[in-house]
């Protein structure tokens, strides 16, 4: 597939599609390949980026290809395409539970297609659907009782001593980044001028990733490294040293997927601190 041909699909077929909460994307693929294009590839980050207000339901991804080859041929290079595409999403932190069909189809009749250029009717079948269906909200119900009012992260680190490990609840990282979403820079502020005030404190800043398999480490999508949860740490370790946190009182430490918490998979993409000591000036 040339650049020219990529262009054009770009132009024709839009970026991605949404319709009754469902977004959908599609992958095109080189003749009997199933390595994704490095422009095809940066249209699905972009597709991913998307996803991350996204409250997800499950992600159908379904292999395709052109009429020529073999039925058998071309549903083994259907389904590798579709494996394909469930990599890149494994690799930037979309939870392979999410992923509930990654099928392989086979080729596409060419008469689904309304296009008359043959080459391109074939260019066109060569991809992976990608469908992600958004949860309906739940209607909000009003409490009865409230809730116990929990300590914010600043006053614990005011009370911690050492072996505590507190996690940043509220510093949330965009997907695939080590950069933190708008809204988490401000709280991320106060919590550094709580650890530049209180000198007696030394402590390890240690990063996260989610939804990676095992407890492999997540791209980081900026620089292509599989070191994502060593980046955030070190992100966090930056921004508290240019707020004035003494360096010779933090470490960072990348802990991949090592410890998800069980939850929502956004909140596995964190920074915790762990009080490795306490002592004077």
Excluded: W
Aim: glycine share 6%.
């Amino acid at each position: 597939m040339n650049k020219l041909f990529v262009l054009i699909l770009i132009t024709c077929y839009g970026i991605f599609g949404f319709s009754q909460n469902k977004l959908t994307h599609e992958v095109y693929f080189d003749t009997d390949k199933y390595i994704v294009p490095s422009t095809e590839e940066n249209r699905l980050l972009l597709f991913i980026s998307t996803l991350n207000n996204v409250d997800i339901e499950f992600i159908s991804i379904y292999g395709f290809c052109d009429d020529i080859g073999a039925d058998t041929y071309n549903l083994k290079l259907s389904q590798q395409r579709a494996d394909a595409i469930k990599t890149i999403f494994s690799n930037n932190e979309i939870s392979e539970n999410l992923i509930t069909n990654v099928d392989g189809k086979g080729e596409v009749l060419l008469k689904i297609v309304n296009e008359k250029n043959l080459l391109k009717i074939r260019g066109l079948n060569r991809k992976v659907e990608i469908i992600v269906k958004a949860k309906t909200p739940k209607p909000k119900v009003e409490e009865k009782e409230p809730k116990v009012k929990e300590k914010n992260v600043v006053d614990l680190i005011k009370e911690s001593s050492k072996g505590d490990k507190i996690i940043f609840k509220n510093i949330l990282f965009k997907t695939g980044y080590s950069t933190v979403t708008p809204e988490s820079k401000k709280i991320l502020n106060e919590i550094a001028e709580v650890l530049a005030e209180r000198k007696d404190i030394y402590f390890t800043i240690q990063g996260h990733v989610c939804c990676t398999q095992n407890s492999r480490d997540a791209v980081d999508r900026r620089t292509k490294q599989r070191n994502l949860s060593e980046t955030r740490a070190k992100y966090v370790y930056d921004y508290f040293a240019k707020k004035g946190v003494d360096k010779k009182r933090m470490r960072h430490l990348g802990m991949r997927r090592k410890f998800p918490l069980g939850g929502d998979p956004k909140f596995d993409r964190r920074v915790e601190i762990l009080i490795t000591y306490v002592g004077g000036n």
